[in-house]
C-alpha cells in the first residue's frame, strides 16, 4: 500500500518545505499544486524541487478562494497521481497542514482501516450553514471569472428577481469539509464520473465554494458511499462562525497530539514556529 499526498500550496514554501519532510517515507509519494501566481525560481528554491518522491505538477492554475478552480486544481492533482496506479490513499492537504503523527503511525492506522473512504459531510439543507447551504448551489456565483463581491451583488439580483437554477434531480447534494482520504478506486471513479457526466462540472463551474460539496456530492451518491467514514481524519477547529478555522500556536500543543487526528490545519510558521517545533519532537519520539 501507498500513501500518495496531493497538496494545495499558495504561499510559505518554507512550511511547504517542512511539510513534505515530515511526511516523506520510501512508501509514499508526494503530488503538489502550487497556485500559478507563484514564480517557479521562488519553487526551485526548495528542498522539495529536487526530491525524487515530490512531483510538482505542470498545470498549475490560479486559485481563487469559493471558486471552481479549487476543484479543477484537486482533480488535476488527482490525475497525475492516479496516472501512477499506486494501491493506496490519496490524501489531500493544504500547504498549512501538518502530521500529527509518525509516518508509520499514519501508514499503520490507512493499511489497518484498507477500504474504507475518509470523508466528512453532510446531507444539504445543513442546519449550521448559513441558508442550509443551498444558497451555494440554487444561483450562479461566477467568482473565477468576475470575483466574490461581484459574484455576491449578482446573486443579490436573482434573489430579488426570484431567479433559481433547477438542480439534478436523483442526485441529492452534500456539503463537507474540503479536505478528505480516498482510496484509488474511489479516486478513478470520480475520475470516470465526471469524463461521463461533464454537465456536472458545468454545473459545480458555477457555484460558490464547490470543493465543500463537488466530491461529497459524488462520492455520497456512488457505490462506495457504503464504505465512507463520516471523518476526514483531521484536527480543525472552526470559532464563532469566521469562514476559516484557527490557526494553532504553541498553546494548542496538548489538545493537537491529543486530539488522535493523523493531521491538523491550519498552521502559519511565520507568525508561530514553536508549535511546528513542538510537533516534529513529538513525531521524533514516537519513532524512538
Known amino acids: 500500500m501507498y500513501i500518495n499526498y496531493l497538496i494545495l500550496a499558495h504561499k510559505n514554501l518554507a512550511q511547504v518545505d517542512r511539510l513534505i519532510d515530515n511526511l516523506i517515507e520510501s512508501n509514499t509519494f508526494i503530488y503538489l499544486h502550487i497556485d500559478k501566481r507563484v514564480r517557479r525560481s521562488d519553487i526551485m528554491r526548495c528542498r522539495f524541487s529536487s526530491n525524487q518522491n515530490v512531483r510538482i505538477i505542470n498545470n498549475r492554475i490560479a486559485v481563487n478562494w469559493g471558486g471552481y478552480s479549487m476543484v479543477q486544481a484537486t482533480l488535476n492533482l488527482m490525475k497525475a497521481a492516479s496516472d501512477h496506479n499506486r494501491e493506496g490513499y490519496f490524501v489531500l492537504l493544504s500547504g498549512q497542514d501538518f502530521p500529527l503523527q509518525s509516518t508509520r503511525s499514519i501508514y499503520a492506522y490507512l493499511h489497518d482501516n484498507y477500504g474504507k473512504e475518509f470523508l466528512n459531510y453532510w446531507r444539504l439543507p445543513y442546519k449550521n450553514w ?4 443551498l444558497d451555494r448551489i440554487k444561483y450562479y456565483w461566477f467568482i473565477d471569472k468576475i470575483g466574490m463581491d461581484a459574484s455576491n451583488l449578482f446573486v443579490d439580483f436573482q434573489k430579488e ?7 439534478f434531480k436523483d442526485f441529492p447534494p452534500h456539503g463537507g469539509s474540503q479536505w ?23 454545473y459545480f463551474e458555477s457555484t460558490l465554494i464547490p470543493d465543500e460539496s463537488f466530491f461529497h456530492t459524488i462520492i455520497m451518491n456512488s457505490p462506495f458511499q457504503h464504505n465512507v467514514v463520516n471523518d476526514n481524519l483531521r484536527y480543525i477547529i472552526f470559532e464563532g462562525g469566521k469562514p476559516n478555522p484557527r490557526v494553532f500556536g504553541i498553546n494548542d500543543f496538548s489538545s493537537l497530539v491529543n486530539s488522535g487526528k493523523l493531521w491538523a490545519r491550519k498552521f502559519n510558521m511565520v507568525h508561530d514556529h514553536f508549535v511546528l517545533d513542538e510537533l516534529e519532537n513529538h513525531i521524533l519520539s514516537e519513532l524512538v
Not at 428577481?161 to 438542480?167: G, H, L, Q, S, T
Not at 478528505?180 to 458545468?202: A, G, H, S
Open 130 to 133: 448559513m441558508w442550509g447551504g
Open 161 to 167: 428577481n426570484k431567479i433559481e437554477r433547477d438542480y
Open 180 to 202: 478528505w482520504c480516498l482510496t484509488l478506486d474511489c479516486v478513478r471513479y470520480i475520475l470516470n464520473f465526471i469524463k461521463q457526466n461533464p454537465i456536472v462540472i458545468d
